[in-house]
Structures are given as C-alpha cells and as structure tokens.
C-alpha cells in the first residue's frame, strides 16, 4: 500500500501534481491520463528519482523522506523509454542491479529465458533495439524482493508476443510475493490476461480511482 501525504510538485511555479491525501491498495493499478498530465513525474517521485513536496509511505511503514534507503530497496522502477549505459552488456546490467537489490541468486533466468533476451545478453547495450531495452528494462525492475514495482508505459515497444509473458510475471509475482504494480498508460486498460485490475486517473492535477 502506498499512502501520499500532502503531495505537491510543480516545475519552475507551474504546478503539475497537487494531492493532499491518496492512498494506492495492494493490488495491481492502472495509472491511465493523457500526454503530459503528469504520469511519469508521479511514478518518478514515487520510485525516489525526481523530487517533490510532501511525503510517500510504503505500507505505512516506510517513509521516502524518513527511511530512504530502505524505501528505494523496496520500490522497483523501469521507465518508459530506458536509457543505460552503452559500454555496458545486458548481462553485465543485471548483475549490477542484482547486486544492488540484494537478489536471489539466477532469479533472473526466468525472465531472461521467457521474454528470449539469451541471444543477446552477452552484447554492448549500445547494439539493443527499443524491444530489446524495453525487455531489459522489465525484467531488471523484478528483481530482487519488491514490495512495489511501478512500470512507466510499459507497453510501449514491447512487441504483441511479448504481452501475455509480461502479463504473467505481474500476476505471478502479486500472487506469490503479494507485491503492488503501478502501471500507467495514456490508453484505457485491455488485457484479459490479466485480472482484477484497478484504475486509477490522472484529473485535473490531481488523482483519483476510476469508478
């Protein structure tokens, strides 16, 4: 569960986010509003990366202003288009982020081997196409034991093969491990793979759930 207290973020005076109070359940959430509302600044404060005004709890336990190291360890992000260092390999990538998580180990052979990145792993990043970033960029953001995992986009460059295995790691991982999932999209929800699913809109500066 995540809780905003306050929340407040605006570039340069023009105000992009303001909520006083909201709170995301456990579950798996469809972050939906059109280009520019503000969906990938709120992901971003949220997952730590940006800054902001106000307070994030996770579970109303950990703070991102009081417990940030700990409430980054727990909040996995990939953004919607992944930029990462060139003169680094896919495999080499992983370890680091592995390493960085504390992750078990070969937990990532799973997703390596259902999304079919063995092929190129071994190869400069310099040398991936958007898919094969994108790819990258979902599987790092399960690694490790994540209490939430926020997924900006993540549709976008993902090829029509590649939706029902991405579709299965979120169902997967909320049932197992019971792990929130933040998702946003300018579009509507469609997967039918993919259950239970609750929205969540972008309006008018603000949030609110989606009758």
């Known amino acids: 569960m995540l809780t905003l207290h306050n929340y407040h973020k605006a570039y340069n005076g023009h105000l992009i986010l303001d909520i006083p109070a909201f709170t995301i359940d456990s579950g798996v959430h469809w972050l939906r509003g059109h280009n520019g509302s503000g969906k990938s600044t709120f992901l971003k404060t949220v997952a730590g990366i940006i800054s902001f005004e106000g307070d994030i709890s996770l579970h109303n336990t950990l703070s991102i202003k009081k417990h940030p190291t700990d409430y980054r360890s727990a909040v996995n992000f990939a953004e919607a288009e992944p930029v990462f260092p060139d003169f680094l390999t896919g495999t080499e990538l992983i370890q680091l982020f592995k390493s ?83 998702l946003s999209s300018h579009q509507a929800f469609e997967g039918e793979l993919l259950p239970d699913v609750r929205e969540i809109v972008v309006d008018r500066q603000t949030l609110r759930h989606a009758l």
Do not use: N
């Open 100 to 182: 960085a998580k504390e992750a078990p180990a070969r937990q990532e052979e799973q997703y390596v081997e259902s999304m079919g990145m063995s092929a190129y792993l071994s190869d400069r990043i310099s040398t991936y196409s958007s898919g094969m970033l994108k790819k990258l960029s979902l599987a790092l953001a399960f690694l490790g034991r994540p209490a939430c995992i926020l997924l900006d986009e993540p549709l976008t460059t993902l090829d029509v093969e590649s939706l029902p295995v991405l579709y299965a790691w979120i169902a997967d991982q909320h049932r197992q491990e019971g792990t929130t999932f933040v």
